[in-house]
């Protein structure tokens, strides 16, 4: 097991062959390659959700002031602030069933999505080039993302503690599991079950009205959530 912290993931390095993961790939993994590749970038906050996202006069947004705020405007809704991020689970047929199989920390609520949704915003982007299974964790950018007021009393330490647990859990996973090789192009209709049953796990009871309020239907295609996730950008979020 190798633990890499990769340095050059900034502009102007970013996604060039100057990129830090991009030399480490090329320069030092041995001619055996890698079996699999966890890659983790902002991991320490809350997800929140800003104010201004939430149209006014709603029963939603009357709510949403119902519930604590950072920065004055950002929401910390109980259940989202828990949020994790995961994309990568279909780079590799076993992985949706490695990480169902994965305990997730109590209190840690993980939404697995495509890579495609956000892009290669990180250092997952040269391992999924070169077809390596991998998986990206993520809380999201969030208001502070390179600003001065990025400042550690901001974190969430409790909920960095769930997700070093479940990193050590993913990780035994991933290395006791075998990964044979994968044949064929991939359809990204594979995982559509698999987010879906993570995504109404995470959520919980709020989503039919969550769905509601942005003008989503049910949930059942590769479709439904293309639409649902378009919706998402559109706000911002």
Known sequence: MLIAIFDAEEPPYFLTDGMGSVRFFHDHLSEDGVKAAIIMDLVGHDVLVPLSYIKSGGWFGKMARLFPRQNGQDIAFPRLRNMLFMTGAESHSSLPELVDQTILPRGLRMIPTLNRYIGDMSDQAVFRQHD????????????????????????????????????????RQLTNAPLPESTGPRDDRATVPFEIRHLTKAVGMPLPLLLKYLGAGDLKTREDLDDLVSTLLMLGL
């Open 132 to 171: 390596v299974p991998y998986l990206f964790l993520s809380c999201g950018r969030w208001p502070y993302y390179h600003t001065v007021d990025d400042t550690p009393e901001k974190l969430n330490y409790r909920k960095m503690g769930r997700i070093a647990t479940y990193l050590e859990r993913l990780a």
